[in-house]
């Protein structure tokens, strides 16, 4: 079994301290390919060099909407050619954050639209964020996505109806460990309404951990199994059955190489 966490944020402490170590653990538990996901200009810099430093691990580089106010020209300037570096397979995460606005609004749209341009130009494909602003970030993409090389809506706990409006776009959609939470039973109706080869995995570790081992802090690749065990139950599959296709997935929307999807 071969599954590959498509966000993750490696490059965040506890985890940047040992990522050797973090690796391991997870090539011991069958995750053996990762997406270190940027959220600002310093961080996408890092996760560029990281991916750079190991085996089947890749980068996407993004303003995270919180910090879309410090999308400027120049800022953007430099994270296009960071998205021409070697590894990097995605712009993102980038979005709309209207729960914690922690940047203005109009700052959100106007770095998200940007992105969605960079991504156009680069063909790459984009993960996007989006926090009580479902009916926004779709307006946006409507208005500025035509010609995008792929969309998956990241740490998806919204509805089913929301999940298939995202499928009629021809959207992914993918799942953390929140699916497990015994209060996310939402989320398990939209992961139970998104086909396999249109469903992907991951942590966004260091954060959320899954049942059964919520409480380990902090959230790393090793610990996606559960999630995996978990969705496979719910789909009514083997978890072999699930990583092979949602692994298939991954690696057809984000460009990898075919041996990640062993």
């Known amino acids: 079994m071969d599954l590959i966490d498509t966000h993750c944020h490696l490059t965040f402490e506890p985890l940047a301290e040992d990522v050797p170590g973090v690796l391991e653990r997870s090539r011991q538990a069958g995750v053996t390919a990762w997406i270190t996901v940027g959220t600002s200009l310093a961080d ?11 085996e089947n691990l890749y980068a996407s580089v993004g303003i995270h909407p919180h910090d879309a106010k410090d999308a400027d020209a120049a800022a ?4 296009k050619t960071l998205a021409r570096s070697e590894k990097v397979v995605a712009i ?13 609004q109009p700052d959100q749209k106007r770095a998200f639209a940007d992105h969605l341009n960079i991504a156009k130009e680069l063909d790459l494909p984009v993960i996007i964020h989006s926090r009580n602003a479902f009916a926004e970030t ?42 497990t939470f015994k209060n996310a039973q939402t989320a398990r109706e939209a ?3 998104v086909p396999v080869d249109r469903l992907m995995i991951e942590t966004d570790c260091p954060y959320m951990s899954p049942e059964p081992v919520r409480s380990q802090k902090p959230n790393e690749p090793a610990l996606m199994l559960h999630t995996a065990r978990f969705l496979a139950e719910l789909r009514g599959l083997s978890v072999d059955q699930l990583a092979r296709q949602s692994t298939q997935a991954a690696v057809r929307f984000f460009g990898l190489p075919p041996a990640c999807g062993v």
């Open 44 to 54: 996408s810099r890092k996760a560029v060099e990281l991916a750079g430093r190991h």
């Open 76 to 79: 953007l300037g430099e994270l």
């Open 92 to 104: 993102g995460e980038t979005g709309l954050d209207f729960h914690y606005n922690f940047s203005k």
């Open 138 to 179: 779709l307006e946006i993409l409507d208005r500025c996505g035509d010609g995008l090389k792929g969309v998956v809506f990241h740490c998806f706990s919204g509805s089913a109806d929301q999940a298939r409006q995202l499928l009629d776009s021809g959207y992914y959609v993918s799942f953390t460990g929140v699916v």
């Open 191 to 193: 992961a139970q309404a």
